[in-house]
Nanobody, 123 residues
């Protein structure tokens, strides 16, 4: 049974930083691309960042480029999202997702999802 478990969310002031982590189990982690998505109240779930199986290919949404950094540790079955210079519009539930083989920014292509974790940025 595949499980993705997010951690590290919380409340932070604008301009601050948070680091989200996602630990995977039940899959061969090194064969999966990993992504982060987010969903704000009343909005659709949107792409944030993705990383391929080796960490050699990365993609970001324009809204987070230069502020967020995705990374992975295949030995620990973990992917992280370092978020800096946070803005109130970054407030959302953040989801970790896994996709076999190639990475993509398309939500519907991901096979497995975590339960999500709240990130709230106060102004």
């Amino acid at each position: 049974q595949v499980q993705l478990v997010e951690s590290g969310g919380g409340l932070v002031q604008a301009g601050g930083s948070l680091r989200l982590s996602c630990t995977a189990s039940g899959l061969i982690f090194s064969t999966y691309a990993m992504g982060w998505f987010r969903q704000a109240p009343g909005k659709e779930r949107e792409f944030v960042a993705a990383i391929n199986w080796s960490g050699g290919k990365i993609d970001y949404a324009d809204s987070v480029k230069g502020r967020f950094t995705i990374s992975r540790d295949n030995a620990k079955y973990a992917v992280s999202l370092q978020m800096s210079s946070l803005k109130p519009e970054d407030t959302a539930v953040y989801y970790c997702a896994a996709k076999i083989f190639d990475m993509t920014n398309l939500r519907g292509e991901y096979n497995w999802w975590g339960q999500g974790i709240q990130v709230t940025v106060s102004s």
